[in-house]
């Protein structure tokens, strides 16, 4: 049972690179999110996909884009990283109905130095 | 979304139950109260949700308050794996959004 995987599950960038980290779930779901969260804190939203074909802002939305490339695959992408983006990101997923359960990934933990 | 209250940290002993408050004096009729908890270096997992009514699962138990403004998420009996994160959050029945994490409550739980 994969659930939802994320990669890389580490990464070190330098400022100014750009990269995209990939979301895959295979539980049918329609509704797929982005969450960041720095040491200490809770998870804050970046991006949600509502359903293929949608995508809308979160809390923490700049310096970030995303592309819900199909119903499985949300990828989130950083155009010029910045050092105030170093942080833990996950990926989650759930079925859309307003009481299921959301299931994440293990993370991405990356760096910008 | 509404509000949650949540002490930042808690400590228990193995083997004995745990009770985690949870405040939200600002529900609406429509949130529905989900638990969530982090172990360390790990995503946050499915605890528990309810709506009105408590709640039993093979993980833990849900108490609501009978006007709603508080709950409380009990383990019946703590072990080492339940240290972790403990995050309660409130979702509107008809809101599309994700969850909305707080800081939640760090559980300790001592041998």
């Known amino acids: 049972n994969a659930g939802v995987t994320q990669t890389p599950k580490f990464q070190v960038l330098k400022t100014g690179q750009s990269m995209t980290l990939q979301c895959a779930q295979d539980?049918?779901?329609?509704?797929m999110y982005w969450y960041r969260q720095d040491p200490g804190m809770g998870l804050r939203l970046i991006y949600y996909?509502?359903?293929?074909?949608?995508?809308d802002k979160g809390e923490v939305p700049n310096g970030y884009n995303v592309s819900r490339l199909n119903k499985r695959e949300f990828s989130l992408r950083l155009e010029s990283a910045a050092p105030s983006q170093t942080s833990v990101y996950f990926c989650?997923?759930?079925?859309?109905?307003?009481?299921?359960?959301?299931?994440f990934g293990q993370g991405t933990r990356l760096t910008v130095v | 979304d509404a509000k949650t209250t949540q002490p930042n940290s808690m400590e228990s002993n193995e083997e004995e139950p745990v009770h985690l408050p949870c405040n939200h004096s600002?529900?609406?009729?429509?949130?529905?109260i989900h638990w969530y908890r982090q172990l360390p270096s790990q995503g946050p997992e499915y605890v528990i949700h309810?709506?009105?009514s408590n709640v039993n699962n093979r993980m833990a138990s849900l108490a609501i308050a009978e006007d709603r403004k508080s709950s409380t998420l009990i383990l019946h009996r703590a072990t080492l794996r339940d240290a972790a994160v403990y995050y309660c959050?409130?979702?509107?029945?008809?809101?599309?959004?994700?969850?909305?994490f707080g800081k939640g409550t760090s559980l300790l739980v001592t041998p």
């Open positions: 600002t529900i609406s009729g429509t949130d529905y």
């Open positions: 309810g709506l009105t």
């Open positions: 539980m049918n779901h329609n509704s």
């Open positions: 996909s509502a359903s293929e074909g949608t995508t």
């Open positions: 989650a997923s759930r079925t859309g109905y307003s009481g299921a359960e959301a299931f």
């Open positions: 959050i409130l979702r509107d029945f008809n809101s599309g959004y994700a969850l909305n």
